[in-house]
């Protein structure tokens, strides 16, 4: 049986409120997820943590994809990270460790057509804020 995201999580999720930490003045982004912003690795134990601890509430497809970069393209990896940090998992916000997060938001770049690279997503809120979520154009019809 698929769910479907609650209405509040999908408008957090899909580019709504950022949480106040995130709307701080950073410096611009210096690197981009077009560049191998997280290792396979880690987003193979993404999948494994996002399985574990949010397929109840959220099938991938919801959070990923063109969703995706259509409601982050242009932001922060923090901005993204953080969010989900926050506000998940529902029933226990932040019960889950910076890696364990780091490593499903590295899942969650790969569903959405960011390649791989050598390095795992950092959990340095700095190094996260220098990172930002370039997307390529959707296909022409």
Not at 1 to 14: E, G, I, N
Not at 112 to 122: D, H, K, V, W
Request: glycine residues 8%; charged residues 20%.
């Amino acid at each position: 049986m698929t769910r479907l995201l609650p209405a509040a999580v999908a408008a957090l999720l899909l580019g709504g409120a950022v949480p106040p930490a995130a709307a701080q003045e950073v410096p611009p982004a210096e690197t981009s997820t077009r560049g191998g912003a997280y290792s396979a690795a880690q987003a193979r134990r993404g999948a494994d943590t996002y399985q574990k601890h949010c397929t109840e509430c959220h099938v991938p497809a919801a959070v990923s994809g063109s969703v995706f970069r259509r409601a982050w393209a242009g932001r922060t990896v923090y901005d993204y990270y953080e969010l989900i940090r926050t506000t998940m998992p529902n029933d226990n916000p932040g019960k889950l460790s910076r890696g364990q997060y780091a490593d499903i938001v590295a899942y969650l770049l790969q569903l959405s057509g960011m390649p791989p690279g050598e390095r795992a997503l950092p959990t340095d809120t700095t190094a996260l804020r220098r990172i930002r979520i370039d997307v390529e154009p959707p296909p022409a019809r």
